[in-house]
């Protein structure tokens, strides 16, 4: 619809279409096809046929829409195409010792298997974007916030460094992903496979290694928790990717004004406002994926061997987190490519505070001279005065005691940086060589 076009990725959802299953779904009945025929379960003509058939097919997705309305599952209507195709002499052959569970879960999987290329791409170069960011200004000092106020000097490089390092987080997770949740799913009417008569777990094994997947111990149709483990990592990922749109919102604000994004959206009454739309959109999009996580977390519970109930509901779920993210991937991306940062709005912003972000620095100037908590009692009184009358806390402080301070040296924030230099270059430091600029 008009009022969420903006949220939408078309080269995600061509991934998860009703196009892509049902090319997913016969994909794993050719793979099962030429491993039963290999193993003499079904005539080898039949095999060659049946697989030949498949990758010639062009699916009347309608058909498959009225079957799913009538059957509960596709597959039904997907197979009554593909045995006409294959022939009355072999069509028989087809789905061999299998069930409609079987070829939708693996379908899935193999459909999943190929977002996740598509994400761990756009992850790298949103890395790439992030890593460049902070090594660039590692230097430049800003107001860290704290509960909205602020609170001492930091780097813009350090927060771009906070952008980063869940993202490499989540780039390792990722690659541990398909050993649980790309695995074959096979096991016939019951997860037995006794339709296969003692070769069940031959022709397991063989299909997995056909279709590249991990082979898990035994059928796991009633066992949702590596779904639900690549959905745990798309609501993650999301939620990291609304946190650095949430930073740029607060920073991008007329008042603040410390970050810019060029080519922002347009106002129908304001000509001069620039409306940060997809930083608003990527925070709408992680707590859609936050809510979504819980929804899909409640199909965990999957009553004995198949649950249609549990299973509706991932698909009510899963796609929609698969499509969130994304969306929530493409507009980082777009984001980093247009985010201009403005390091002397921030310099500006740090002077106006009038020595406020250095309380901290002079609680522990002094305590080096007077008990800490004469020390904190002092600068707090300095901070109302210097409140009351605009001026500068490190002047006020100056003048109300004869402790041997530098002062000159604690007045400039870029000595009250504490760890930040060993942070940044820890996260960089993290960044994959193939990555680093």
């Known amino acids: 619809m008009i009022l969420d076009a903006y949220l939408q990725d078309l080269e995600t959802e061509a991934l998860i279409s009703d196009a892509a299953l049902a090319t997913a779904m016969l994909e794993v009945e050719a793979a099962l096809a030429r491993v039963q025929a290999r193993a003499g379960i079904i005539p080898a003509q039949a095999g060659s046929r049946i697989a030949e058939a498949a990758a010639g097919l062009a699916v009347d997705l309608p058909a498959l829409t009225q079957g799913t309305i009538h059957d509960g599952v596709p597959v039904i209507a997907l197979l009554a195409q593909l045995r006409a195709a294959a022939g009355s002499a072999y069509g028989g052959y087809v789905h061999w010792g299998a069930t409609s569970q079987d070829i939708v879960d ?16 756009r992850l790298d170069d949103l890395i ?8 660039r200004h590692r ?24 952008w980063l390092a869940p993202l490499l987080r989540h780039r390792l997770r990722l690659q541990a992903l398909p050993a649980t949740s790309f695995a074959l799913q096979f096991g016939g ?34 066992q ?28 991008a604000q007329s008042e ?11 106002s129908s009454a304001m000509p001069q406002k620039a409306n940060p739309v997809l930083a608003e959109a990527l925070i709408a999009l992680a707590r859609h994926n936050a809510g979504l996580i819980g929804v ?15 299973w509706t509901l991932e698909w009510l779920t899963l796609p929609q987190m698969v499509r969130t993210t994304g969306a929530a991937l493409q507009h980082s991306l777009w984001l980093a490519a247009h985010l201009q940062v403005n390091d002397r709005r921030m310099g500006d912003n740090v002077a106006a505070a009038n020595g406020m972000l250095l309380a901290e620095a002079a609680v522990y100037a002094l305590a080096g001279h007077m008990p800490k908590a004469a020390a904190q009692g002092l600068v707090k009184d300095a901070c109302l005065d210097a409140i009351t009358a605009a001026g500068d806390l490190i002047g006020v402080l100056q003048q109300r005691t004869e402790a041997p301070i530098d002062w000159l040296a604690l007045r400039d924030p870029a000595n009250y940086l504490g760890a930040t230099e060993q942070f940044i270059d820890a996260v960089l430091g993290a960044v994959p060589p193939e990555l680093a600029g």
């Open 256 to 266: 603040i004004g410390e970050l810019q994004i060029s080519g922002a959206g347009g």
């Open 139 to 162: 230097g430049t000092v800003m107001a860290a916030r704290t509960r909205s106020q602020q609170a001492v000097p930091t780097t813009f490089g350090l927060k771009a460094a906070g």
């Open 296 to 310: 899909l977390h409640q199909a965990a519970p999957h009553l004995a061997e198949r649950d249609g109930a549990a």
């Open 128 to 135: 790439r974007s992030w890593a460049a960011l902070a090594a």
């Open 106 to 121: 693996t379908a899935m999987v193999l459909m999943l298997r190929r977002v996740m290329a598509l994400f761990a791409g």
């Open 189 to 222: 009417a019951g997860g037995t496979l006794a339709a296969l008569d003692g070769q069940g777990h031959a022709v397991a094994r063989d299909l997995a290694a056909e279709l590249d997947l991990a082979l898990p111990p035994m059928p796991w149709h009633n």
């Open 224 to 251: 949702r928790d590596g779904i639900i483990e690549f959905a745990n990592w798309l609501a993650m990922l999301s939620g990291s990717l609304g946190k650095t749109a949430g930073d740029v919102l607060l920073l």
